[in-house]
C-alpha cells in the first residue's frame, strides 16, 4: 500500500471527522481488551473472577480453561485478556450540558501513545500543547481543600492558559479531577474568544470504572453518544462533561483503579519527545510536568516509574496523603548520606542504613497502616535517588498568582539536571518562555540587563518566534543582541516560507508556482487529497513527509502574481535571471540554478526587514506585519505594498472571515501610508514630493504613486500631499489659478502667451527654490538632482541639458557626483512658448478641441460624404483615414514605447485601462469598415461598421470628464450601473423567455417562421415594458385589422396565421402577471440598485475623483505637445531623437526619479524620522484613550493586590516567628527554673533578668 505522507494525512482531516463512514478505520486501529480466562477471586465462593466482572460475564471459551484456571493464583491482564477491534469511540454529548461535543476513545493500555496523539492532534484538531500538567492524586470523594481548589483554579488553569497548555486528569467528577473541570470550564467562559491559546482537559480514566459506560458503546461509533450523569455507585464514577476528550484504557478488568497508569506513564514519555510549535518547528520538545496532589501510597509506583524516564515532578506541599510524604522526606532527610561505598553483597553503591530507617521511620508515620511497608521504602528510596526532579511547591503559604513562575521554575531546574555542561544555563529558561508566549517573563526574568545574549543564543529561538507567530518576542530579541542583518540570508526566508501552513492561500500559491517550475500541469492541493490508510499515521510517516521545497523562485512569482506590472520581478538578481524577458528561458534558467548551484542560501539579504514584511502580510499577521513596517526604511511605500498584496489576495481568498481580515489589514497600512505621508508634507513640501516619485530599489523599481494607484489606495491619493503634487505637473510652469477662458484664446491666438494674460511662476522664485533644495543638501557634495520634483517640461528639458546619460538607470547609482555646472539660460521666446505648449493641460485642451473636429469630421463623411467604391473615398474620407492613422501611432507609442519593461507586460497593463479597450475596439471597427467599404459587395457592411465605429468613437469622449471635480465621480457611477444592469437582465431575461414563448404558444397554434416568433417571443415583450401592447392582438374580442389564414399551407409560405381563441383568457392574465413583475417590481428593484450605488460613490466622490485623476495626469503628461493629426509630427520628432540622435527621455518614465545612493539614504533618514514621530503621535493618542487609562488603573490595582498580598504573608510568617520565640523563650524559662530548683551545680552567676519585666517562675515561688 502507498506510504501515507504527513502531507495527506493533514489534507484529509476536513473529511474524517464527523462522518461515521470516515472514521470506521478506528476500530481496524485501536482495540479493547477483554478477559479470556476466569481466575477465581476467593472472596467471591466462585461468583466473581479477579478481573473484576461475573462468572456470567465471561464467555465459554474463559469459563472452559479449567486446567489453566487450576494453576493461576493471580490475574494478569497481558496473561488472561485479548484484543478484539474498540466498540466505543467518536463523539460524547452529556445532557444538560452546550452543544460543544468531547470526543472520547475506548483502547487497549498497549495501545502506542503515538497513534493515540496523532489521533488527537491531526484528527480531533486538538491544538498542539506547548505544555503538558499531569495530575496525580486526589482520587476519591474526600473533600478538596479550599486552597487546593484555588491553587488549581487562579494557579494551574490560568497559567495552563496563558501557555497554551494540556492538562491530564482521571476526567471523573470526583476529587481532583472535578476541580480542575470546573477551573477549566470557568476560564474558559471568562477569556475572550479570539484567545490564541487554549486550556485543553483530557481525562485518562481506567475503561473499568466509568459509571454508566454502555452509553458509550457502539461499534460503528456515536457522533454523538448521549451520556446521561446519573450519581456515581460505588467504585465508579462518571465523566466530567467540561474535558475535551476522554482516553478510556482498558486492561481487561472491572472497577479496579489502576489500569491506566502505564500507558498514561507512555503517552506523557512520548509527548515529552515531540517539538513544540506548529507543525513541530519549535526549538524545544514539548515539556511534561507531573504534579502530585495528595494521593495514596498506590501512587508511590507512578512517581518511580515517571522519574525513571526522567520526568519533572511538582508536589503540592500540605495537600495531604503521598504529597505531604514526599515533603518530609525530601525536605527533612536532605542532609543525610545517600550512598555508601559499597554493597557487599553486588558491589554497587546502595542506600546506607541511616538513610533506610530514617526513609523507614516516616513511611511508618504517614502510612501507619499500610500492610506492606518494606515495598514503600524500596519506592521511596528509588524516588530520593531522582531528588534532583522533583520540586516541592507550598500552596497554602505562597500566592497562587505567580504559579506560572513555579512551573517555569520546576521544569528550568530539571532541565538543567539532563542537560550539557556547555549549554548557557539561561537557554532552556528562554525556550519555555518562547514556548509559552510568556514575554513578560522573559522580560522579567531573562532580558533584565543582568544577562549579555550572545546572537548564537538567540538565533534558534528566533526562528522558532517567527514561525509561531510571536512578535513580541521578535521585538525583544532584536533589542537584545540578534543581529538581523546576520540572521535574515536567502536559505533563511527559503526555510520561513517552508514553514507555512498547507491550509492558507500562500501555500496553494507556492505549490502551483512550485509545479510551474518542477513541469507539472495540476496541481492537487493538499486539502483535497485523497485520504490514505489512517492505519499508517506514525510518527515515522508524519515525519517523511518533508515540507515542500519552496525557493526564493516560487516566492518571486507569487510576489509577480499579486504585485502584478508595478514592480519588476523579485529575487531574479539573485538567481541571475536579470535581463531575460522571456518566460521559457526564465524557467529554463531558475530550474538549472536551483539543481546545480545554491550558493545563495548563505547571502544575506540587503534590505532584511523587507523580505520578513512581506513574509507576514502574506500570512495575513496583523501584528507582525505591523512590527516589520516600524522596523522598515521606505515606510509610505511598504505600507502601500502591503495594502497592494492584501487587496490582492483578498480576491483570491475563498474564506469569508480571512477575507475580511484582509481588507481590514490592507485599510489599517493604507492609512499608515497616509498618516506617514502627513507628518512628512507637514515638515518638508519639497521632500514629501520626492518621495513620491522616488524610484525605489527594494520594491522592483516602483514609486509610491504607482504603488498607490495598484493598490487603490483612494484616501492616500486624496490627501493633500499628493493632489498638491498632481496640480503642479498638471499646469506645468503656469500658475494655478489661471482661468480656463485664458488658457482657450491662447490655444487660438498662440502669440498670446508672451503677454501677462497668463501668469507663470516666476524665475527668481525658481532659483530661490532650488538654492534653498541644495542647501539642505548640503551644497557640494550632494547631486544636483536631490530634492527637485520633476512637475514641469521647462524641468524636464533643463534635466536632460545638464548631461543625463542615456540610460534611464545609470545617473543615480553612482556614488561620486559629477560637477554640476547650469546650463546656459534659453531665450525668452523659446522658453517661454515651451512653458506653454509642453504643459499637461495644455495637450489635454488641444486633444479635447481635436478630438471634436475629428468627430465633426467623422460625422460629415457618413452622413454626407460617403461615396459608393466606384467613384472612390472623397478627400474629406482620406483626411479621416489619416487622422485615424496618427491616432493609431499614438496608441502604438503609448502601448510599446513607455518604460523599460517588456512589451507584453506593457500591453498589459494597456489593456487593463477601460478607456484604453474603447480605443482598441473603435480602431479595429474602423479598419474593418474601411475595408469593407473599398468593395461594391461588402459597401453596406463596411459603413455600417463605420457607424458602430463612430459611436465608440463618441463614448470615448466621456474619458475627458473625469479631470471635472463634479463629473468626474458621475462617470464611476455610470460604470458601476451598468454592472447593476447585467444583474439586472438577467432577471429580465427570465422573465421575458417565460412570457414570451407562453404568449406566443397560446395566441398562435402553428406559426414555423423563426423570424416573427423570435420577434413575438423576445422583442415585443421588451417593448410591453415601455407600454407598447398590442390590444387588439392579445384580445381576440378586439377587432385585428390584419389578413391571416388558418392554412398551414399557406403559412408555410409566410402568412401571417391567425390567432387561437381557445385560451385568450389565460393570454390577458400572463400579460397582467408579466406588466406587474416587470414594470413595478423589476424596474424599482433597478432603480432602488441605481440609488444603492449613487449613495455609495457620491459619498465618496471627491476621493474617486482624485483617485482617477491621477492616471489622467499620467497620460497626458506623456503625450506630445501636438494633438492628432499634426501629433505626427512630434512622432517625427521622437523618433529622430531617440533612434537616430539616441537622445534619452526622461519623460519616458512617469513620475519616475532616481536618486543617488547617499541621496537615497538622507531621504530615507528623513522619512524614518518623520515616521517615529507619527507613531509617537499615535502612541500618546491611544494611551489617552479610556480604553488604556482602565488598562493602566488595573495593572497598577493588580500590583496593589499583590503588594497586600506579599505583605499578608509577611505578616503571616513574623506572627508564626513570634509563636517559635515565645515558646522558645517559655522552654528557657523553665531550664533555668529547673537549674535553679535542683542545686546540682551553683551557678557563677545570677540568672539573666528579662527586660519585658516578666518575674520568673523561681523568684515568684
Known sequence: MKETTAAEVRGSTDRLRKSEKDQAWIAKIFKKRICTTFVEDSFSNGALCQCGREREAHSTVALGDYFGTAI??????????????????????????????????????????????????????????????????GEGRAKVKTWVREVLRQGLVKASQRAGAWILTTGLREGIGRCVGVAVRDHATAASSDSLNKVVAVGIAPWGLVHQKDQLIKTQGSFPARYFVQNPVRDSCCLDKNYQAFLLVDDGSEGRPGGDTV???????????????????????????????SGDPNNLERVDLSLKNSMPWLVLAGSGGLADFLTDLLENVSSAPVFTSASESDGEPGPSVDLREKVAERVKKHFPA?????????????????????????????????????????????????????????????????????????????????????????????????????????????????????????????????SVEESTLLYQLLQRRLAVRLGTTTVVPA?????????????????????????????????????????????????????????????????????????????????????????????????MATFFWEMTEESVLTALSGCKILREMSKLEVETEIQLSMKELAQTFESQANGVYSTCYRNDESRSFTLLIRKSNVWGGTTCLQMGMGADARLFFSHDGVQSLLSKIWWGDMKRDTALWKLL???????????????????????????????????????????????????????????????????????????YIPPPPRPFILSRWRQFWCAPITSFLGNVLMYFLFLVLYAYVLLLDFTRPPAGPAIS?????????????????????????????????????????????????????????????????????????????????????????????????????????????????????????ANQALLYSYDPALDRVFRRVFYRPYLHIYGQIPVEEVDVKKNWDVQCTNNRTLIEEGAEPCRSSFSNWLVVTLLIIYLLVTNILLINLLIAMFSN????????????????????????????????????????????????????????????????RKETNRLMTWETIQKEDFLSAQNKIQKSTDSER?????????????????????????????????????????????LAQGGAFKPPRPPPTFRDGVPSSSSSS
Not at 269 to 292: E, K
Not at 1136 to 1150: E, T, Y
Request: with cysteine.
Open 527 to 623: 486539502a483535497a487529497s485523497e485520504p490514505k490508510s489512517p492505519s499508517k499515521l506514525t510518527e515515522e510517516n508524519l515525519e517523511s513527509g518533508l515540507m515542500a521545497d519552496f525557493t526564493i523562485f516560487e516566492i518571486s512569482g507569487v510576489l509577480d502574481l499579486l504585485l502584478g506590472d508595478i514592480c519588476q520581478p523579485f529575487y531574479h538578481d539573485v538567481l541571475g535571471l536579470d535581463g531575460i524577458s522571456s518566460r521559457r528561458r526564465v524557467l529554463k534558467r531558475a530550474g538549472k540554478r536551483l539543481r546545480d548551484d545554491r550558493s545563495y542560501v548563505t547571502k544575506r539579504c540587503p534590505e532584511p526587514w523587507a523580505p520578513l514584511f512581506i513574509w507576514a502580510v502574506l500570512q495575513n499577521r496583523s501584528e
Open 1093 to 1156: 450605488t449613487f449613495n455609495e460613490v457620491q459619498a465618496n466622490s471627491e476621493s474617486y475623483w482624485k483617485f482617477q485623476r491621477y492616471s489622467l495626469i499620467v497620460q497626458y503628461h506623456s503625450k506630445p505637445s501636438l494633438a492628432p493629426p499634426f501629433i505626427i509630427l512630434s512622432h517625427i520628432n521622437l523618433f529622430i531623437k531617440r533612434k537616430i540622435r539616441k537622445v534619452a527621455s526622461i519623460k519616458v518614465q512617469h513620475f519616475v526619479l532616481e536618486l543617488s
Open 263 to 293: 500507558f498514561r506513564t507512555k503517552l506523557e514519555d512520548y509527548i515529552s519527545h515531540q517539538r513544540t510549535g506548529i507543525w513541530g518547528s519549535g526549538t524545544i520538545n514539548i515539556p511534561v510536568l507531573c504534579m502530585l496532589i
Open 1190 to 1234: 482602565l488598562k493602566r488603573m488595573s495593572v497598577k490595582m493588580d500590583g496593589v493586590v499583590k503588594h497586600l498580598t506579599e505583605n499578608r504573608d509577611v505578616e503571616q510568617r513574623l506572627q508564626a516567628l513570634e509563636n517559635e520565640m515565645e515558646n522558645c523563650s517559655n522552654a528557657l524559662r523553665w531550664i533555668v527554673d529547673t
Open 877 to 997: 474620407e482620406y483626411v479621416l483615414y489619416f487622422w485615424v492613422f496618427t491616432m493609431v501611432c499614438e496608441e502604438i507609442r503609448e502601448t510599446f514605447f513607455i518604460g523599460v519593461v517588456t512589451w507584453r507586460q506593457t500591453f498589459r497593463v494597456y489593456i487593463q485601462d477601460v478607456w484604453n479597450r474603447f480605443d482598441l475596439l473603435a480602431i479595429t471597427l474602423f479598419i474593418l469598415g474601411t475595408i469593407g467599404r473599398l468593395f461594391s459587395w461588402t459597401h453596406e457592411l463596411g459603413r455600417d461598421i463605420l457607424c458602430v465605429s463612430f459611436m465608440v468613437f463618441t463614448l470615448r469622449l466621456i474619458h475627458i470628464f473625469a479631470i471635472h471635480k463634479e463629473l468626474g465621480p458621475k462617470i464611476i457611477i455610470v460604470g458601476k450601473m451598468v454592472k447593476d444592469v447585467f444583474f439586472f437582465l438577467f432577471f429580465l431575461g427570465v422573465w421575458i423567455m417565460a412570457y414570451g414563448v
Open 370 to 498: 499500610e500492610p506492606e511497608p518494606d515495598k514503600l521504602v524500596e519506592r521511596a528510596l528509588s524516588i530520593y535517588q531522582s531528588r534532583d526532579l522533583i520540586s516541592i511547591h507550598h500552596g497554602e503559604q505562597e500566592s497562587p498568582t505567580d504559579f506560572d513562575t513555579v512551573l517555569l521554575r520546576t521544569l528550568v531546574g530539571a532541565s538543567k539536571q539532563r542537560s550539557s555542561v556547555e549549554a548557557s544555563p539561561y537557554n532552556e529558561e528562554l525556550k519555555l518562555a518562547v514556548a509559552w508566549n510568556r514575554v513578560d517573563i522573559a522580560k522579567s526574568e531573562l532580558f533584565n540587563g543582568d544577562i549579555e545574549w550572545r546572537y548564537e543564543d538567540l538565533e534558534e529561538s528566533m526562528t522558532d518566534v517567527l514561525i509561531n507567530d510571536k512578535p513580541q518576542f521578535v521585538q525583544l530579541f532584536t533589542e537584545n543582541g540578534l543581529d538581523i542583518m546576520k540572521y535574515m540570508t536567502y536559505g533563511r526566508l527559503e526555510q520561513l516560507y517552508r
Open 72 to 137: 493461576v493464583n493471580r490475574w494478569d491482564s497481558a496473561q488472561h485478556s485479548s484484543e478484539y477491534p474498540t466498540d466505543a469511540f467518536g463523539e460524547v454529548q452529556f445532557a444538560g450540558a452546550s452543544k460543544r461535543h468531547s470526543y472520547f476513545l475506548r483502547l487497549s493500555c498497549d495501545t502506542q501513545p503515538s497513534l493515540v496523539y496523532n489521533l488527537m492532534t491531526i484528527h480531533w484538531h486538538l491544538p498542539a500543547p506547548n505544555l503538558v500538567v499531569s495530575i496525580v492524586g
Open 745 to 819: 484664446l491662447t490655444f487660438f491666438c498662440p502669440f498670446l502667451c508672451y503677454s501677462n494674460l497668463i501668469s507663470f511662476r516666476e524665475s527668481d522664485q525658481q532659483e530661490e527654490e532650488e538654492r534653498d533644495g541644495e542647501e539642505e543638501l548640503s551644497g557640494r557634495e550632494a547631486n544636483h538632482h536631490y530634492g527637485t520634483t520633476v512637475f514641469s517640461y521647462s524641468e524636464l528639458k533643463q534635466m536632460e541639458a545638464d548631461g543625463q546619460p542615456s540610460s534611464p538607470r545609470s545617473p543615480s547609482i553612482r556614488d561620486v557626483p559629477e560637477q
